[in-house]
Structures are given as structure tokens and as C-alpha cells.
């Protein structure tokens, strides 16, 4: 479905938008479904990883292109990380569209915990040689809090 959402929007805006994004899933989503057909259109943080980039993104190009239709393309983890700024755009008239593709986890990372470690965290203790005890009974709690503090 997130494909279809981000062919939406490029259709929608005849492909002539400015398009912003955070680190995610949703960045993927955009930078393989919106097809860029101008240079400097899609705005993001590369590879920095920068949570929250997308939508003080989009002010800036919509504070230097007003008459320019901006999209911020965004998951629910990144637009956590500056939510407040909506305030801002409504204070100073920002007309910026926002698409949150909203998949009720940090996707990207959820996918490498899966990928890696089976969704166990515990497994990456064992990875980097450390000792991890998990616990599946509230019964087992001291007797493993004392083997935690054994070793």
C-alpha cells in the first residue's frame, strides 16, 4: 500500500512537486515510487539518518518557494521528532502537504532487528558475546536477577 500512496501523490501533483523526506521506510517508499522528472526536487538527508529532517524540510523550500506545491513524505517515528512544528506552519500560512505513512513501528529498524536477530533482543547480546537472560515467567525474576548480577 505504500507504494500506491507515494504513485498518488506523484500523480496528484503531476510529478512537479517539491518532495521532502526523513530517514525510513517512507524514504525508501518515496525515492522509488515518486519519479523525480526535475532536478533538486527531492529533498533529504541522504544517509544521515536524521529522524524528524522532513518537515522543517519542507518549511524551508516552502518558505523559498511559496507559490511551489511541497510534500513531506514522513513515518510516524520522524514526524514524532518535530511534530510541534505544525504549530509553526500554521502560524507563518505553510500550505505543506503532509503523507504519513504510518506502519505503527520504526520500520526500518523493526526490519533490521527481524532480519538480524529474529526480533530477540536478546540475540544481540549474544552476538557481541555478553551474557543475556530473558525472562518468559514474573516468577523467574529474582532467581534471574541474581544470576544477572553473578556473572
Same mark, same amino acid.
Given at each position: 500500500?505504500?507504494?500506491?500512496?507515494? !504513485?498518488?501523490? #506523484?500523480?496528484?501533483?503531476?510529478?512537479?512537486?517539491?518532495?521532502?523526506?526523513?530517514?525510513?521506510?517512507?524514504?525508501?517508499?518515496?525515492?522509488? #515510487?515518486?519519479? &523525480?522528472?526535475?532536478?533538486?526536487?527531492?529533498?533529504?538527508? %541522504?544517509?544521515?539518518?536524521?529522524?524528524? &529532517?522532513?518537515? $522543517?524540510?519542507?518549511?524551508?523550500?516552502? &518558505?523559498?518557494?511559496?507559490?511551489?506545491?511541497?510534500?513531506?513524505?514522513?513515518?510516524?517515528?520522524?514526524?514524532?521528532?518535530?511534530?510541534?512544528?505544525?504549530?509553526?506552519?500554521?502560524?507563518?500560512?505553510? $500550505?505543506?502537504?503532509?503523507?504519513?505513512?504510518?506502519?505503527?513501528?520504526?520500520?526500518?529498524?523493526?526490519?533490521?532487528?527481524?532480519?538480524?536477530? %529474529?526480533?530477540?533482543?536478546?540475540?544481540?547480546?549474544?552476538?557481541?558475546?555478553?551474557?543475556?537472560?530473558?525472562? !518468559?515467567? $514474573?516468577?523467574?525474576?529474582?532467581?534471574?536477577?541474581?544470576?544477572?548480577?553473578?556473572?
Amino acid at each position: 500500500m505504500p507504494q500506491q500512496v507515494i !504513485q498518488s501523490v #506523484y500523480k496528484a501533483t503531476d510529478g512537479k512537486a517539491f518532495v521532502t523526506s526523513d530517514v525510513g521506510q517512507h524514504q525508501m517508499f518515496a525515492a522509488q #515510487y515518486y519519479h &523525480f522528472n526535475e532536478p533538486r526536487k527531492w529533498i533529504n538527508s %541522504g544517509g544521515l539518518g536524521t529522524m524528524g &529532517f522532513g518537515l $522543517p524540510a519542507a518549511m524551508g523550500v516552502k &518558505f523559498a518557494f511559496p507559490d511551489e506545491t511541497v510534500a513531506c513524505i514522513t513515518g510516524e517515528g520522524s514526524i514524532q521528532m518535530c511534530i510541534q512544528e505544525l504549530s509553526t506552519c500554521g502560524q507563518y500560512g505553510l $500550505p505543506i502537504k503532509i503523507i504519513n505513512l504510518n506502519n505503527r513501528a520504526l520500520g526500518m529498524v523493526k526490519q533490521w532487528q527481524d532480519m538480524q536477530y %529474529g526480533g530477540r533482543y536478546s540475540s544481540i547480546f549474544l552476538k557481541i558475546r555478553s551474557v543475556s537472560l530473558s525472562l !518468559q515467567n $514474573p516468577m523467574d525474576i529474582l532467581d534471574e536477577g541474581r544470576k544477572a548480577f553473578r556473572t
